[in-house]
């Protein structure tokens, strides 16, 4: 909110709002996912523009709703979410290609990599869109991660049921973030820094794992522009 409303927009968040329902689909619970999807519509259909800052959210919306809704045979519910998801983006997303910024006004003086999620690398194909962002915050030094394509190991349940793979997975990334020397490791979604921040934290490695939105909005100043609303 911080970020967008300097660039001058106004940002609403709906207290009506819960959890997408990715969840509950990606461990079989379609049916139960149903309610979630229709609070989602039905919350965030007002508005001009959503963005939400994590591409494992918008992904599930733009590419489970509609598919979970017509499966149950409700075509009404599954028009109106793939309307309500064709106006929902991942933050850098929405900041590169709709609103056209890349420079935010940020200031961060610290050495940071910079991890791309499964999600918002595959099923966003969001790109070069966060590093473009993160060029452009003043103080930076901004390090490549090696094998930055490759998953953390969370998963959701993946690091519950098959806890050893995901650890071994973990082990891999914290290795390739250590030898960055980087200070921060940042990411798109909260949940691959929660993997990636706890097994850091346990070694007292000294890296912090920081949102790449919290990086962006590290400093403060005002603007003018269109409506938006932001979801969780």
């Given at each position: 909110?911080?970020?967008?409303e300097?660039?001058?927009?106004?940002?609403?968040?709906?207290?009506?709002?819960?959890?997408?329902?990715?969840?509950?689909?990606?461990?079989?619970?379609q049916r139960?996912?149903l309610?979630l999807?229709r609070r989602?519509v039905d919350t965030?259909?007002?508005?001009e523009?959503?963005?939400?800052?994590s591409?494992?959210?918008?992904g599930s919306?733009?590419?489970?709703?509609?598919?979970?809704a017509r499966r149950?045979?409700?075509?009404?519910l599954a028009q109106?979410?793939?309307?309500?998801?064709?106006r929902?983006?991942e933050l850098s997303?929405?900041?590169?290609?709709?609103?056209?910024?890349?420079?935010v006004g940020?200031h961060?003086?610290?050495?940071?990599t910079y991890?791309p999620?499964?999600h918002s690398?595959?099923?966003?194909?969001?790109?070069?869109r966060?590093?473009?962002l993160l060029?452009?915050?003043?103080?930076?030094?901004l390090?490549?991660l090696?094998d930055?394509d490759?998953?953390c190991?969370?998963?959701?349940?993946f690091?519950?049921?098959?806890?050893?793979t995901?650890?071994?997975?973990?082990?891999?990334?914290m290795r390739?973030?250590?030898?960055t020397?980087?200070?921060?490791?940042?990411?798109?979604d909260?949940?691959?820094?929660?993997h990636?921040?706890?097994?850091?934290s346990?070694?007292?490695?000294g890296?912090?794992t920081?949102?790449?939105?919290?990086?962006?909005?590290s400093?403060?100043g005002?603007?003018?522009g269109a409506p938006?609303a932001?979801s969780?």
């Amino acid at each position: 909110m911080t970020v967008l409303e300097r660039l001058g927009h106004e940002v609403v968040f709906p207290a009506e709002q819960t959890c997408c329902g990715q969840m509950h689909i990606n461990t079989g619970y379609q049916r139960a996912a149903l309610p979630l999807i229709r609070r989602y519509v039905d919350t965030f259909e007002p508005y001009e523009l959503i963005v939400a800052p994590s591409g494992s959210c918008v992904g599930s919306i733009g590419h489970q709703h509609a598919m979970v809704a017509r499966r149950h045979h409700d075509e009404d519910l599954a028009q109106r979410a793939q309307a309500v998801a064709a106006r929902t983006y991942e933050l850098s997303q929405l900041l590169v290609d709709v609103l056209g910024v890349e420079d935010v006004g940020a200031h961060y003086p610290h050495r940071v990599t910079y991890h791309p999620t499964c999600h918002s690398l595959r099923l966003l194909a969001v790109g070069d869109r966060p590093l473009r962002l993160l060029r452009r915050v003043s103080g930076i030094d901004l390090v490549p991660l090696p094998d930055a394509d490759v998953c953390c190991g969370f998963g959701g349940t993946f690091a519950v049921k098959n806890a050893d793979t995901s650890t071994a997975m973990l082990a891999d990334k914290m290795r390739n973030v250590l030898a960055t020397r980087a200070e921060v490791c940042t990411a798109g979604d909260s949940s691959c820094l929660m993997h990636i921040g706890g097994g850091l934290s346990r070694l007292r490695a000294g890296v912090k794992t920081v949102h790449l939105a919290e990086i962006l909005a590290s400093t403060a100043g005002a603007g003018q522009g269109a409506p938006a609303a932001v979801s969780r």
